[in-house]
């Protein structure tokens, strides 16, 4: 018997650009950046070397009930205001708590949680340490807390990833629905990680840009001048279900998910494989899933960091997947706009993917001025219109420990 066709009905973030999905995707097609200069105190105590980053266009504690966000770490709070959002743009699916499941992700987890308790712990000693420390800080948490909030009991699990998390989440959502453990999935990804340690980490590792005199301008995929990503964070959750399910309660359907894959380097912890290979092979399993061919691709939302070598080997592995019909493909990095939300980059660019396929347009790479000759890619600098009729779209995903996680989607 034939796989259930599964589509997206509903869609919610949270995310550098605005508030809401909407919001977000208004800002991206116009161009805006997410990246501002940091004013937190720590920035200059600590004399970091990168002073700018991409955070949430709002603080989630200015929306949420205050009883609710003290009892949940900076991660969980994205994840529950993009969930309601999705939930609430699917229709509020009438479901059985049994039939309902969530499939998240992070790259880090609950950093701010973990690092506020070690400062209680060393500088005001045990007894002031919070008990609900470990419940906020453990990577399920943003899967728990979604879990609790829509009753859901078919299972809540939690990628981790690095920043190939929430693609791998996504694909996991159609494995389970697929093989009936459940009818409805909330699937995505968090991360609140814009903290003082990521940042000098990254930054220690040369993956970070140091353009703090002009952050808006400083996530440059492609670019000649690109000199690496701009840390960002938020969430973004999608509503998953298979199509007879759908139908019947007559759900708007934004795009049909027709295939996923994951594969893994095994060359460096941090350093993809400069040929891509396992790449390309992630994406090709995930075009075949359904029975597409790559030549079926018109457009490609690129994992596209901004970092010299990133760049580079995604292109490659793109050209070994496609070869002369990469030209044929329009490719966009909305990295540019919104910065890189490690665990939550792959949902984020997926609900990215998703709005392209249903409203018939590829939204921006802004910040391209001198495009690098050694990616000779058709990127879209303005927002570029896609053909009528059947499109097919993917949306690429790799993480730090080698890892690839790739969706493709069609139009509805």
Same mark, same amino acid.
């Given at each position: 018997?034939? /796989? *259930?066709?599964?589509?997206?009905?509903? =869609?919610?973030?949270? #995310?550098?650009?605005?508030?809401? /999905? *909407?919001?977000?995707?208004?800002?991206? =097609?116009?161009?805006? #950046?997410?990246?501002?200069?940091?004013?937190?105190?720590?920035v200059a105590e600590l004399a970091l070397p990168v002073t700018f980053a991409a955070p949430s266009a709002v603080d989630p504690e200015a929306v949420l009930d205050r009883v609710e966000a003290k009892r949940l770490d900076r991660g969980s709070q994205f994840s529950l205001l993009a969930a309601r959002e999705a939930w609430k743009d699917a229709g509020?699916?009438?479901?059985?708590?049994?039939?309902?499941?969530?499939?998240?992700?992070?790259?880090?987890?609950?950093?701010w949680t973990l690092l506020n308790a070690w400062d209680t712990l060393r500088e005001k000693g045990p007894r002031r340490v919070l008990p609900m420390t470990v419940p906020m800080l453990m990577p399920n948490a943003p899967a728990a807390a979604i879990e609790m909030e829509f009753s859901a009991r078919a299972g809540a699990r939690t990628v981790v990833s690095a920043c190939a998390s929430s693609t791998e989440s996504l694909a996991n959502a159609v494995e389970h629905l697929q093989a009936g453990l459940a009818d409805v999935i909330i699937a995505g990804g968090t991360e609140a990680s814009i903290h003082p340690l990521p940042l000098a980490s990254f930054a220690a590792m040369q993956a970070l840009s140091k353009r703090n005199d002009d952050p808006a301008h400083a996530s440059r995929p492609y670019d000649e001048a690109r000199d690496g990503f701009v840390l960002g964070e938020g969430a973004a959750a999608l509503?998953?279900?298979?199509?007879?399910?759908?139908?019947?309660?007559?759900?708007r359907i934004y795009a049909v998910v027709v295939g996923s894959a994951v594969t893994s380097d095994?060359?460096?912890?941090?350093?993809?494989?400069?040929e891509g290979t396992a790449a390309a092979?992630?994406?090709?399993?995930?075009?075949?899933?359904?029975?597409?061919?790559v030549a079926d691709v018109r457009h490609i939302n690129a994992h596209a960091t901004s970092t010299p070598?990133?760049?580079?080997?995604?292109?490659k592995a793109l050209k070994h997947v496609f070869g002369d019909h990469l030209d044929e493909v329009v490719v966009t990095a909305t990295k540019a706009s919104t910065g890189h939300l490690l665990g939550a980059a792959g949902a984020i660019e997926a609900l990215f993917t998703v709005k392209a396929l249903s409203e018939r347009v590829v939204p921006p790479t802004i910040n391209l001025t001198q495009q690098d000759p050694e990616i000779p890619l058709d990127v879209a600098r303005t927002p570029r219109k896609l053909p009528a009729g059947d499109v097919l779209a993917i949306s690429n995903s790799f993480g730090?420990?080698?890892?690839?996680?790739?969706?493709?989607?069609?139009s509805a």
């Amino acid at each position: 018997m034939a /796989a *259930p066709r599964i589509v997206i009905t509903g =869609l919610g973030t949270f #995310s550098p650009l605005a508030p809401n /999905a *909407p919001d977000t995707w208004s800002a991206l =097609l116009d161009g805006a #950046s997410g990246a501002r200069s940091l004013e937190q105190p720590w920035v200059a105590e600590l004399a970091l070397p990168v002073t700018f980053a991409a955070p949430s266009a709002v603080d989630p504690e200015a929306v949420l009930d205050r009883v609710e966000a003290k009892r949940l770490d900076r991660g969980s709070q994205f994840s529950l205001l993009a969930a309601r959002e999705a939930w609430k743009d699917a229709g509020e699916p009438d479901v059985e708590p049994e039939r309902l499941g969530v499939d998240w992700a992070t790259g880090i987890g609950g950093v701010w949680t973990l690092l506020n308790a070690w400062d209680t712990l060393r500088e005001k000693g045990p007894r002031r340490v919070l008990p609900m420390t470990v419940p906020m800080l453990m990577p399920n948490a943003p899967a728990a807390a979604i879990e609790m909030e829509f009753s859901a009991r078919a299972g809540a699990r939690t990628v981790v990833s690095a920043c190939a998390s929430s693609t791998e989440s996504l694909a996991n959502a159609v494995e389970h629905l697929q093989a009936g453990l459940a009818d409805v999935i909330i699937a995505g990804g968090t991360e609140a990680s814009i903290h003082p340690l990521p940042l000098a980490s990254f930054a220690a590792m040369q993956a970070l840009s140091k353009r703090n005199d002009d952050p808006a301008h400083a996530s440059r995929p492609y670019d000649e001048a690109r000199d690496g990503f701009v840390l960002g964070e938020g969430a973004a959750a999608l509503v998953l279900e298979t199509e007879a399910h759908a139908k019947a309660r007559g759900a708007r359907i934004y795009a049909v998910v027709v295939g996923s894959a994951v594969t893994s380097d095994a060359h460096h912890i941090t350093a993809p494989d400069p040929e891509g290979t396992a790449a390309a092979r992630a994406m090709i399993a995930a075009v075949r899933a359904a029975g597409h061919d790559v030549a079926d691709v018109r457009h490609i939302n690129a994992h596209a960091t901004s970092t010299p070598i990133g760049d580079i080997a995604e292109y490659k592995a793109l050209k070994h997947v496609f070869g002369d019909h990469l030209d044929e493909v329009v490719v966009t990095a909305t990295k540019a706009s919104t910065g890189h939300l490690l665990g939550a980059a792959g949902a984020i660019e997926a609900l990215f993917t998703v709005k392209a396929l249903s409203e018939r347009v590829v939204p921006p790479t802004i910040n391209l001025t001198q495009q690098d000759p050694e990616i000779p890619l058709d990127v879209a600098r303005t927002p570029r219109k896609l053909p009528a009729g059947d499109v097919l779209a993917i949306s690429n995903s790799f993480g730090f420990g080698g890892h690839n996680a790739v969706v493709a989607f069609a139009s509805a």
